[in-house]
């Protein structure tokens, strides 16, 4: 049964328009249809690869995660670190381990869960720089934007480093170092060096 129908379309693989006799119809020609076939088995077959790439290269580590001993570079693997990595946290004493041969050292599994469990102890702040904080808050807790780095100081008033210390001693201006640098008032230090 023919159709009288004529519709104007985009053809799904080439994008070219054309005139198409049903509703339906999504190529131009037969040639673009087995084109687009060819295009989707394709499609499907890298899918299918993918998938089987996929599952080889995360098979090891699940059959790692079923061990229940394992050795230094099995854990390596399931942590994602160096084997001296490991070894550095076998040595500190934070992950038990057993060597059962000279060279031959093996890790409990849940040894190795428990070392993520356990909560990490929060680090104190050393006493000197609690001491440089307080110092700090009661010469009123100045801005970084406020400071000098103990360079800019030096270069600005070509100053000594020796001293710059010696006056922030006698003075007892207050300094506070923060990562690589230590930070002075700049009214202050403008007040004596001025």
């Known amino acids: 049964m023919s159709s009288n129908i004529q519709v104007q379309r985009i053809c799904q693989h080439c994008g070219a328009e054309f005139t198409a006799r049903t509703t339906v119809t999504k190529y131009c020609s037969d040639k673009c249809s087995k084109s687009a076939y060819k295009a989707r088995k394709r499609a499907e077959k890298v899918q299918k690869s993918n998938t089987e790439t996929k599952q ?5 580590i699940e059959e790692l995660k079923a061990k229940e ?8 693997k399931l942590v994602g670190c160096s084997r001296q990595n490991v070894y550095k946290l076998i040595n500190t004493g934070k992950l038990k381990a057993t060597n059962i041969l000279e060279k031959k050292t093996i890790v409990r599994r849940c040894d190795l869960d ?11 702040i050393p006493e000197q ?4 904080l307080s110092d700090w808050k009661q010469a009123g807790a100045f801005d970084i934007t406020d400071c000098y780095t103990i360079n800019e100081v030096l270069e600005k008033y070509s100053i000594s480093e020796t001293a710059l210390q010696n ?5 007892s201006i207050p300094k506070i170092k923060m990562g690589w640098y230590a930070y002075v008032p700049k009214s202050i230090i403008d ?3 001025s």
């Open 56 to 60: 080889i290269k995360t098979k090891p």
């Open 69 to 76: 001993f394992l050795t230094v570079s099995d854990v390596s």
């Open 114 to 124: 428990k070392l993520f469990k356990e909560v990490p102890e929060i680090e104190t």
């Open 129 to 132: 720089q609690k001491q440089e």
């Open 167 to 171: 006056l922030i001693k006698r003075e």
């Open 191 to 193: 007040k004596y060096l």
